[in-house]
Structure formats: structure tokens, C-alpha cells
């Protein structure tokens, strides 16, 4: 039963983050990236901060020996990414933008054999390559021959930087220690938004008028993707582990297309088999075949001694 709540726990966080794609995308026309991103994450902080001291009980103190850590995930996840996201929404749609983002646990890993020195297997190196070819399909929309007279979707371009970026965040948190996931959220957000506030009160908001539909995006954005996802994610987490519940990441791209496609946003084939394609290379490289089979193999050879 606790295996089946945090599935429902998973496919509503994911959800929730598609929905912050879709809703992004008709919020930056009226309310910059700036805006966007500074009054999301300081009315979420609001709620963070006694949420992670509740939840997570955390020592105080130490979150604030890792205030190095902690400012640059600040500066990278939650300035960085969002504000590359919301500018490659200007350019391009909620869908493509999703799908670019499904490359992440594959450049992920990529970056930890660099970075962290970490060992990958041809199956993980291969998979990798088909999730560079599925962007590529995105990119040229099918046109791979004419990759190099293809002028690229500047949105799109964003969005791989947003990637590169939030792989660099991740990074940073994966050797994090002594500070619990939702706590380092909140502190790294409150960095975030102190150093955000200069900028954000020297700019105005809008270009002109604010639509109700901005107001009730932006809301959407502070109560579900900023919250309730971050706290549904950790929760789950906790229950069935991190490699089952990064399966449930690729739902965003298909929740985002199903979206999209109700607010009336067409989805062409190079999307479809593009998709695809960053799905099956995320699978690869995120090393789950590769378990699935030593695990197939494991209980065959237990079920061979056995009968011996």
C-alpha cells in the first residue's frame, strides 16, 4: 500500500512541475523572467522554511557552516534555471522545453564521470548518445541532414543551457551532507531571493497590464510546482528510493504535450519520435536496464543453486 501512495505521490508532483511549463509559458507575456522567478520563490519560501523545520528537524547550525554550497545552489537552481526557463518560453513552446529538460539525468550522469569521476558502462555512454540524437531530432525538427544550415530555436538553446546549469546544481547537492533535501531548498532559496531583491526592485514588473491568468500562474507556481511537488518529491523519495522514483520524471514531458494539447498546442512527429528517444537514452544512462538485468540474472543463479 505505501509502494502505491508514493506512486500517486510522484505522478501528482510531476504534474504539478508540467503544469509549471504550461503556465510559464502564458506568465512570461505578461510578467518577466525576474519577476516570475523572484515573487515564486519568495512567497514559496515562506512556506518552506517551516515546512523543512518541521518535517526535517534539521541542525540549524549546520546548514549555516554550508552556506557556500548553499548560495551557489541558490544562484544556479533557483535563479539560474528558472530564469533560463522562463526566457526560453518567450521562444519556444511548453512541450519542446519539457522535452529538453528530460535530458538532464542523462547529462547528469555525464557530468559526474568529469566532475566526480565517476565510472559509466557502454550502456550508459550509449544511451547518452541516443538522448544527444533525440535533442537533435527536437532541434532540427526531423531534419538531421541540414543540422549544420539549421538556425536553431533560441528558446531551445536556452533550455540546454538551463540543463547544463541545473546539472551543475544538482551536482553541487549531490555532495551536500548534513543538510536534509527540503532544508537545503529553502536556505538556498532564501539566498536566492535576498540576492535577487536589488534587481528585481530596481526593474518593474511588466511591460504594461498584469492579466488575471498571470496572477493565477504565478500562484500555481508558489503552491504546487514550488511546494507541493518539492514536498511530495521527498516524501516519495523516502519511501521507495531515488532510482524508482526518477522513472516518474519522464511524466513530465507527456503530462506537459497533454496539456499543452488541451490549451490547443499541436505536437509534430519530430517531437513525438525526438521524445522518444531522450526517454529510451535516459533509461540507458541512468543505469535501470542495467540493474533490471543484473537483478533477472542475480535470481536465476539463486534459483540455479538451489536446485542444485
Known amino acids: 500500500m505505501e509502494k502505491y501512495k508514493a506512486w500517486l505521490l510522484l505522478v501528482l ?24 522567478t523572484f515573487s515564486r520563490w519568495l512567497m514559496a519560501l ?16 549546520q546548514a549555516a557552516k554550508a552556506w557556500l554550497p548553499l548560495l551557489s545552489m541558490g544562484i544556479l537552481g ?30 547528469i550522469v555525464l557530468f559526474s564521470v ?23 531530432v527536437i ?16 528558446g531551445d538553446l536556452l533550455m540546454i543551457a538551463a540543463v547544463v546549469v541545473w546539472t551543475v546544481y544538482s551536482i553541487i547537492g549531490k555532495r551536500l551532507s548534513g543538510v536534509p533535501p527540503i532544508t537545503a531548498t529553502a536556505v538556498s532559496t532564501l539566498w536566492a531571493t535576498v540576492a535577487m531583491a536589488p534587481f528585481a526592485l530596481a526593474h518593474p514588473v511588466a511591460a504594461s497590464h498584469i492579466s488575471r491568468l498571470a496572477v493565477i500562474g504565478i500562484l500555481y507556481m508558489v503552491i504546487f510546482p514550488s511546494i507541493g511537488s518539492f514536498v511530495f518529491w521527498n ?18 514531458p507527456v503530462f506537459t504535450a497533454l496539456l499543452g494539447l488541451l ?15 531522450v526517454f529510451v537514452g535516459v533509461y540507458l544512462t541512468t543505469g535501470m536496464l542495467e540493474r533490471k538485468i543484473a537483478a533477472n540474472t542475480g535470481a536465476k543463479s539463486k534459483l ?3 536446485g542444485e
Request: aromatic letters at 14%.
Open 13 to 36: 508532483c510531476n504534474l504539478f512541475w508540467a503544469g509549471n511549463y504550461v503556465f510559464g509559458k502564458y506568465v512570461v507575456a505578461d510578467v518577466t523572467p525576474l519577476w516570475i
Open 114 to 136: 568529469f566532475l566526480l569521476r565517476e565510472r559509466i558502462s557502454g550502456f550508459q555512454a550509449g544511451g547518452f548518445v541516443i538522448s544527444l540524437i533525440g535533442v537533435l
Open 46 to 61: 515562506v512556506a518552506l522554511l517551516p515546512i523543512a523545520h518541521f518535517f526535517e528537524k534539521p541542525d540549524w547550525r
Open 263 to 277: 490549451l490547443g498546442e499541436p505536437i509534430s512527429w519530430a517531437q513525438i519520435v525526438g521524445g522518444l528517444l
Open 139 to 154: 532541434l532540427t525538427k526531423g531534419h538531421l541532414a541540414q543540422i549544420l544550415q539549421t538556425r536553431f530555436n533560441f
Open 78 to 107: 533557483v535563479i539560474g534555471y528558472n530564469l533560463l526557463l522562463y526566457s526560453a518560453l518567450v521562444y519556444t513552446s511548453a512541450t519542446n522545453a519539457a522535452l529538453m529538460n528530460a535530458l538532464n539525468p542523462g547529462v
Open 304 to 306: 540455479n543453486a538451489g
Open 235 to 252: 516524501v516519495a523519495v523516502r519511501m521507495i528510493g531515488v532510482s524508482e522514483a526518477g522513472i516518474f520524471l519522464n511524466l513530465i
